[in-house]
């Protein structure tokens, strides 16, 4: 009888080991499946960033040609305004100092 017994609670023993290896096993593919799940959350984000970064610098490049067309702009309207000051200056000039008409003969 006590060896019925033995082995009834070596057959226990055997069972509950296989339980508690079960257990590890679910429990190491527990980890692996949060472990994956966790990265695939980061490669996503990292993407996500990265085309953040992209956007970011096309807009940059946006605002800085948008800056030269502007900055080409002023110059243009500066030269206007001086072009303009430059007539006037001649059109005084006339009035102060008239040309001599060369067609004219004199007698």
Request: aromatic letters at 4%; proline letters at 3%.
């Amino acid at each position: 009888m006590t060896r019925l017994k033995s082995q009834q609670a070596l057959e226990r023993q055997a069972e509950e080991f296989r339980r508690r290896l079960d257990a590890l096993r679910d429990s190491v593919n527990i980890k692996g499946n949060a472990s994956s799940a966790l990265e695939e959350v980061v490669n996503a984000k990292e993407n996500a960033a990265r085309r953040t970064k992209q956007q970011m610098r096309e807009l940059q490049e946006r605002i800085d040609g948008l800056a030269s067309i502007r900055s080409e702009i002023e110059t243009e309207i500066d030269t206007l305004g001086l072009n303009e000051e430059s007539r006037r200056v001649f059109e005084s000039f006339e009035d102060i100092c008239p040309k001599p008409k060369l067609w004219a003969v004199p007698r």
